[in-house]
C-alpha cells in the first residue's frame, strides 16, 4: 500500500501545528478560527451520559454486557446510538454490509470525507468500553461541531461498524473483503453473516456496494480503549498506535501412546502431555528470548482420553503468536517447531503444527500518528507509542486511508470482561484528542 | 483383616508341594491320584476357541470389542458363557447381585468352596481378553475336572462377576459394599446400575442376599492378563500379583488470571496453562525421584477459557499416583502439593487439591502366592512378583478369602484396546497354572 504521498502532506501539517498553533487560516472557516479550533472541547460529561446509556442494552445481571452482533440488543443499541447521530445532525444511513455511516458536509467540495467511529457490538459477557468509547467519543465529536458552529473543509463520516468482535465483518466489507461464501459462517448470535447483516438493515444481494477504494476517504482515526494495561500502569494519558500487530495461529497436535496409567511402568511411557507440558514452557521460553513486545500464548490444551486413570495417546494445543513485524513471527514459530521436534524425541511423540491463520501487520500511518500525538501534547496529556496488540477495523481501513488510533487507558489492562473499566476523564480525554487530531487533519 | 490363620495352612499345604509331590493322598479322591493331578492338563484349544467365540458378542467392525455391562450384548455374552459351563456340568445361578455362578460339590462337606473366575464385560472400545481369559479358563478348569473325573475335596465355584470395568460392581455386591444408594448411578450402556442388575438377571429388592461372609470361601483366585507389559518385555510366562495398588486421584484446580493474549505483555501475566505446564513435569521428576514402582499419572487438562487467543485463567487438571504402598502413595502427593505451592508462587497462580478418591492396596495372601509360584515352576514355567496396576475383582474378595491372583503376559501391555492381545500360548499356560493352583489349594 502506498500511503507515503498523503503521509508527507500530512507530516507537513503537523509541522505548521508543533510552530505553536501559529498557522491560521484555511482550516476552520465559517464561524471558528483556528485558535478557535484549538480550544474546542467535547462535552464530557455527555459522553459518560451517553456510555451509560448505550451499557443499559444488552447489560448483564452481574455487570458489563452481552450485546453480541446481530442479536436483538445490538440492533436495539444501534438505533439508540443512530439517534444520537440525528442529535447531532448527521446524515445517517445504513450500507449495504450493515454499517452505520452518518455524515456532515465540508466546506470543500473537492476534499474526501475524513472518517472516524469504531464499533458497538461486544464479545457474550463483555465490558461497556471496548467500541462503545470510541463510537461515542465521534459521536460527540460530530455534536461539537455542530454546536460550536464548526464547518469542517473535508466532509467528516461518523462509522459504526458492525460485527467487530466477530472478526471485523463490517470494516472487512468496507474493504471489498467479504465475499458472498463467507455470509455462511455462523455468528455468536446463532444468525449466519448473511442474515445478521440484513437483520440489521443491510443488504447481502448487494455487498459490492458498500466497498471503498483506496483513495476514497482523506483519514482514517479511531479511539479505543487499549485493552492491554500499559497506559495503566505507567500512568499515561494517551497511546499513539504504531500498527496492528500480525496474529500467527497454529493448531497442534502431540501424538503419544495412550496407556494405563496403573499397569504401564514411568520408563515405558509415551506420554504425550508429558511432552505437551514441555511445549507449553519451551513456547513461553522461545518467546522471551528476543528482545521486543512480541506475545506467544499456548491458550488451549486437552488431552485425550481425558480420563485421570489413562496416560494421554494425544494432546491438542494451540499456538499464537503476535507482533508488528511478521519475519519475527515466522522466525519464532519456526524456533518453537524445531524445539518441539526435539521435545518429541526425548519421549517418543510426535509434534504436528498446522497453520490456520497468518494475517498481515497492519501499520499505523505515520503522518496521523505525528498529528495524535501533537495534538494530545498541545492538550497537556502525555503520550506513548505503541502496537496494538488486539486487531481492529482501523486494520481494514489502513488498506483504503491514511490510518491512525487513539488508545485511552484501561484499568488493569482488563477486556472482554464486565470488568473492563476506563475512568470517565481518560473517556473525555481520549475524546478531546479524537476531536483535535480531526480539526488538525482536515486543516492539513 | 486377618487371613493370617488361613494364609499359614496354605503356606503349610506350599511347603507340602515343594517337596517335589511326594504328598499324596487325600486331595484328590475319586479317580485321580495326586500324581495323576499333577499331570492334568486344560484342552487349551478349547479356551482359545471359546475366546473366539465370546468376542463375536459386541464385536466392533474395526477390531476388538464393546461389550460394555448391561447392554444386550453383555446379556447374550454371558448366556453364551453360561451354556459353556453347564457343558462343564456346573450348576449355575445368578446371584441377585447380577454375577454368574457355577458350583460342583466336593467330597467333604464340611470344607468351604474354592472360588474363582473373573469378568466379561468390556470398556467401550476394548479388547477380547481382559477378563474373558480368566472367565473361560476358569469354566475350562472345571470342565478339565469333570472330563477327567477328579473329583475336589472342596466345592468348587466358578464366577463370573457383573460390571467389573464400571467400578468392580459385583464383587463389590459381594462383599457387601453396595448399597441400595449405589444403585442410582449410570453406568456407561446408560442404565442404572439397578436397572443393569436386574436386567442380568439379578434382584436389586434382595442385594443383601448376594453379600458373602468372611470365611464363607476357602479361597478366591484369579487369572488375569497381566495388562502391564512386564512379562511381555521380560519374556516370563507367569506373574505372581504380590497385592493391587491403592489408588489416589486429585481434582488440581490451577487458577491464574485470564486475558488478551495478544495486549497483555509476557511479564504481566499469570498464565494459570504455564504454571499446569511445570506442575505436569513435577509431578514425573517427584513420582520417579524414589526407587519403586509407584505411578503417577496426570490424564486430564483442559484450559478455560481455551480460545487461542486467551491467556488460560483457570486450567482443571488431573493427578493419580499408585502403589502398593499407600504411606507411599500420601508422601508423594503431599510433596506434588508442595512443590506446586512453589510453581504457584512464581507467576501468582493458585493451586487447589482435592481428594476425590484413595482406595487402600489390597494385599494377595502370601500362601496363595506361593502356590501359583510353587504350580508355575512344577510346569517349568518362569515367574515375577509383581503389583498389579490396574484394580480388579480380586481386590474386594481379599476381603472374604485369602486371594490369589496369576498373570499372564499382554503383548505390549497394551489393554482396554482392540490391539489388547495374549498369545493362545499363554492363556492355555495360565490356565494351566491356574488348574494346577486350585488343586493344590483344595489339597491344603
Known sequence: MNRRDFSLRLAGAVGALSLGNTRLGASAR????????AALR????????????????????????SRVAYSDFDRKGREFVMGLMRE????????????????????SAALKPILFGSHIDSVPDG??????????????VARTLKERGVTTRHPIEVVIFQNEEGGTIGSRGMAGHLADKDLDLVAKSGKSLRDGINFLGGDTTKLAAAARKKGDYAAYVELHIEQGGTLDAEGLNIGVVEGIVGIGWWDVIVDGFGNHAGTTP?????????AAAKYVQMVNRVVTSEPGRQVGTVGRIQASPGAPNVIPGQVLASLEIRDLDQAKIVRLARKVMDEATKIGAENGTTFTFKETYLSTPAMMDHGVQKVIESSAKALGMTTKHLPSGAGHDAQYMAELAPTG??????????????KEFTKPGDVINGANVLLQTILALDAA
Chains 1, 2 share one sequence.
Open 88 to 107: 447531532a445532525s448527521l446524515d445517517v444511513r445504513i450500507d449495504t454490509a450493515g454499517n452505520i455511516l452518518g455524515s456532515r458536509p465540508g466546506s
Open 127 to 140: 465490558g461497556n468500553y471496548d467500541g462503545d468509547v470510541g463510537v461515542l467519543s465521534a459521536i460527540e
Open 42 to 65: 467535547v462535552n464530557g460529561d455527555r459522553i459518560n451520559q451517553h456510555l451509560a446509556a448505550l451499557s443499559e442494552f444488552g447489560k448483564n445481571p452481574y455487570g458489563g454486557v
Open 405 to 418: 488510533m487513539i488508545f485511552c487507558p484501561s484499568q488493569g489492562g482488563i477486556s472482554h470482561s464486565p
Open 30 to 37: 465559517d464561524g471558528a478560527s483556528r485558535q478557535g479550533s
Open 266 to 274: 514411568m520408563d515405558k511411557r509415551r506420554d504425550a502431555l508429558l
